[in-house]
């Protein structure tokens, strides 16, 4: 299994309900996916403007497959362009 954090820092000028509305519809798509075991948005309880994907997978595999996926080329993009900064870490349990 794979986890992933992807954590991102919001621009000062975005519209955090736009952000949101978008995180959400790729939450939801990437949830549907076969090889998803968790895909969730968090919210930094000291700074709302960093927000967190915590995702598991459970394989590299589908990994791979869900950052080719349709719903990853639309929405990312967008997404990246609201965030001044974004630090993305992988995992392995030992």
């Given at each position: 299994m794979l986890r992933v954090v992807a954590k991102?820092?919001?621009?000062?000028d975005v519209n955090?309900?736009?952000y949101l509305k978008i995180a959400r519809k790729l939450v939801a798509e990437t949830n549907k996916e076969a090889g998803?075991?968790?895909y969730i948005l968090?919210?930094?309880i000291n700074d709302p403007t960093i927000v967190t994907m915590i995702e598991e997978w459970v394989d590299e595999e589908a990994l791979n497959k869900h950052n080719a996926s349709e719903h990853v080329r639309n929405l990312v993009p967008g997404l990246r362009e609201m965030r001044e900064s974004t630090?993305?870490?992988l995992y392995r349990e030992v």
């Open positions: 991102g820092k919001l621009k000062s955090k309900e736009e998803c075991i968790a968090h919210e930094d630090e993305i870490n």
